[in-house]
């Protein structure tokens, strides 16, 4: 027979099967498009996740460090709680030479306080800073202006507010000049802040700043509680900075050489690459969850198509008796594999991009739902070859018996 | 006279079961020729299902050789073996063995699909096999849809359509009731006179009566091979006697005169 025309019967063949097996069809093409569709989900939601964090992290930029207290936990068992204060603040101030930018920064009532304006409130975060602060973190004013030295000096009850609270606390679209309570207290918008979006789903933009000598005021001077950020001048020797930081501080607080540092800096470099090893983590686990995924779906085909052997088996019987050539049967199978597969593929991949786009719809900040080529090749692969091998087993098995051994099959 | 279509020396078939050797056929010699009327009898585990497979080349002999219209089986590889079964042999078998999910007409026609020809052709015979079984209208009914005489014809419909050289049926209405079996029956008469070579396995002695000779098998040996004379000759036969006792009596009666 000719190849041609055993390649068009055949293909009817696997079609006019295929059509006649509709259940058959329908759960082997299930089981591609459960693997599929959820390995392209995964990645695809792995792919913006990372992207989108990677990006804000370079919007931070690289060089800003910054000082915080750190106690260790053999301190904390003992009760103590290490500090830093405007003292050392001041000491940073005047003795560090390379540093373009130095601000300092105090979070108020550190839990969380109510905002309200009218009727609406909500729940924000205060924190006092001085008029460098927005040099240094980088968070410029959209409407109105940042804290100026004036406010410090005078403690203004003056806020820059994150973008959020607009909507929030439903204040009008310029809402510099009107007034939102704090605890009791009323504070005059001064400025909005641009947008950041949100970070590991957290909402960046929710949160109140005011003058430094203010948010002194509100805590007490007891709670003073004192972040210090800098940026080193550009070309300057990053490291060298942070050894004389280390040392001006210590000195400061008296500690001895075996004693640890009473404070930790960080710095977006670290940051990132501390981000780098949970996003290694999570790539694993995703990369689990897409294997057991494909294993399902994998396991499925292959159920589907050794449940279906007697049944085939005793077809291909049925066939050979009539005529069939080995070679037509396995064209025939191997067409129908072949066809589910990559029409299972391709509604897998339809629907995993469409979760994917749903997700990126869902969730604030995620970029358009990306799938990179080695995923669908992956993915569509992994699946076809799965439909293709226990597809086609049982089919060249049979296809080599006897028709009267293929007829008698159990 | 003619080469016959089946010509069997001395053919065998064992099985191996556990450790011991089963002759399933013995020593089978056999020539059957165009246009024969053949009925294979012989009690259970004989061998006559394992005998006309060989024949349908569904399966294959151990020993002896097998001519089927003059090639050798025993040396043919398997795709010159497919070719045989799609052009010579038209098998019955006693469960039908049709598609399960492809309609009447689909069944009929896929012997044909194994051939270099076109769609509508293959669909123009297998209507007009169809139509010689008397199941024209049933063409799109799936098999489970029709009763088991039916689904017979459509089996025999689907042997047909090929032109095969022999047509072999195994127990063809062994499913199958009394007036099914003789509606059966009266298409495998009509097959043979439009002259058709038939071979059919039975267990009952009504089906051996429509053929014209009946092998008999005992333990994997044909035993016995008898040739029925034609209705003609039966007549003619008798003709003769009557003339003969015509003709005794018209002696006698002038011996006595
Ligand atoms: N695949 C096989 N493996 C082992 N033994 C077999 C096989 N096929 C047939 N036999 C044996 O060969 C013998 C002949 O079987 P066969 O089917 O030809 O009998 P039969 O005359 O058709 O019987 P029945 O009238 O019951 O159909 C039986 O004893 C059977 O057990
Ligand atoms: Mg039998």
Redo the contacts with the bound molecule.
């Keep these: 027979m000719h190849f041609l025309h055993a390649l068009i019967e055949g293909s009817r063949a696997a079609f006019l099967s295929i059509r006649a097996h509709g259940l058959r069809s329908f759960l082997t093409t299930l089981g591609i498009i459960i693997g599929v569709a959820s390995v392209i989900t995964v990645v695809a939601i792995m792919n913006g996740l990372s992207s989108n964090i990677r990006g804000q992290l370079d919007d931070l930029g690289s060089d800003m460090v910054t000082i915080r207290a750190y106690t260790t936990p053999d301190q904390e068992l003992l009760g103590f709680r290490n500090k830093l204060s405007d003292s050392d603040f001041r000491l940073l101030q005047s003795k560090l030479g390379q540093v373009e930018q130095i601000s300092r920064m105090m979070p108020a009532f550190s839990l969380g306080l109510s905002v309200s304006y009218g009727r609406s409130s909500t729940q924000t975060q205060l924190l006092g800073a001085d008029s460098a602060y927005q040099n240094v973190v980088r968070i410029y004013p959209q409407q109105g202006r940042f804290l100026t030295a004036q406010d410090d000096l005078k403690r203004r009850r003056v806020a820059f507010i994150g973008h959020s609270l607009i909507q929030k606390l439903q204040l009008p679209a310029n809402p510099v000049g009107h007034y939102i309570s704090l605890s009791g207290d009323w504070f005059r918008i001064i400025g909005v802040a641009e947008k950041r979006g949100s970070l590991f789903g957290f909402d960046q933009d929710n949160y109140i700043i005011t003058p430094f000598s203010t948010a002194t005021a509100i805590n007490g001077p007891d709670n003073l509680q004192v972040e210090i950020s800098y940026r080193p001048k550009p070309g300057a020797d990053a490291a060298q900075i942070e050894r004389q930081v280390r040392s001006l501080l210590r000195a400061k607080a008296g500690l001895s050489a075996s004693e640890p540092d009473h404070f930790e800096l960080v710095s977006s470099e670290k940051t990132k690459a501390q981000f780098d090893k949970v996003l290694d983590s999570v790539t694993w686990v995703a990369a689990g969850v897409v294997g057991i995924s494909l294993l399902v779906g994998g396991i499925g085909v292959m159920n589907i198509m050794l449940v279906s052997v007697t049944e085939r088996t005793k077809e291909i019987g049925i066939v050979k008796a009539l005529g069939a050539t080995p070679q037509f049967i396995l064209l025939q199978f191997l067409v129908e594999a072949i066809v589910l597969s990559l029409f299972g593929g391709l509604i897998g991949l339809i629907l995993g991009y469409g979760f994917a786009a749903l997700m990126s719809l869902l969730m604030p900040g995620m970029p358009d739902a990306l799938v990179p080529l080695w995923a669908v090749v992956l993915a569509i692969g992994f699946t076809s070859v799965i439909g293709i091998v226990f597809g086609l087993a049982p089919a060249i098995k049979a296809s080599r018996l006897n028709p009267i051994d293929a007829l008698?099959f159990e | 006279m003619t080469v016959p279509v089946i010509q069997l020396q001395q053919v065998g078939k064992q099985?191996e079961?556990a450790g011991e050797t089963?002759h399933?056929l013995s020593d089978v010699s056999l020539d059957i020729h165009a246009n024969e009327y053949v009925a294979i009898i012989?009690p259970?585990?004989?061998?006559?299902?394992?005998?006309l497979n060989i024949l349908g080349c569904l399966d294959t002999a151990d020993s002896g050789s097998y001519l089927l219209s003059g090639n050798a089986v025993a040396s043919m590889a398997e795709n010159q073996l497919a070719t045989l079964r799609n052009q010579q042999v038209g098998f019955i078998f006693q469960s039908f063995n049709l598609l399960p999910r492809h309609s009447v007409l689909q069944n009929v026609m896929q012997p044909l699909v194994y051939r270099l020809m076109s769609a509508a052709e293959r669909e123009r015979r297998a209507l007009a096999a169809l139509q010689r079984v008397g199941l024209f209208e049933k063409k799109h009914h799936l098999p489970n849809q029709l009763s088991g005489g039916q689904r017979q014809r459509v089996a025999i419909a689907r042997a047909l359509v090929t032109e095969p050289a022999i047509l072999l049926g195994d127990?063809p209405t062994g499913n199958l009731d009394s007036k099914t079996t003789a509606d059966i029956m009266q298409l495998f008469d009509e097959l043979h006179r439009q002259g058709h070579t038939i071979i059919l396995?039975t267990?009952e002695q009504e089906i051996a009566d429509h053929c014209q000779r009946v092998l008999r098998?005992v333990d994997?040996r044909l035993v016995a091979d008898q040739r029925k004379q034609s209705h003609a000759g039966v007549l003619e036969s008798a003709e003769q006697s009557m003339l003969q006792h015509t003709n005794n009596l018209a002696s006698a009666t002038r011996l006595l005169v």
């Design positions: 008698r | 099985y079961m089963f399933a012989g259970s585990g004989s061998g006559k299902s394992t005998l127990e396995v267990h098998m994997g």
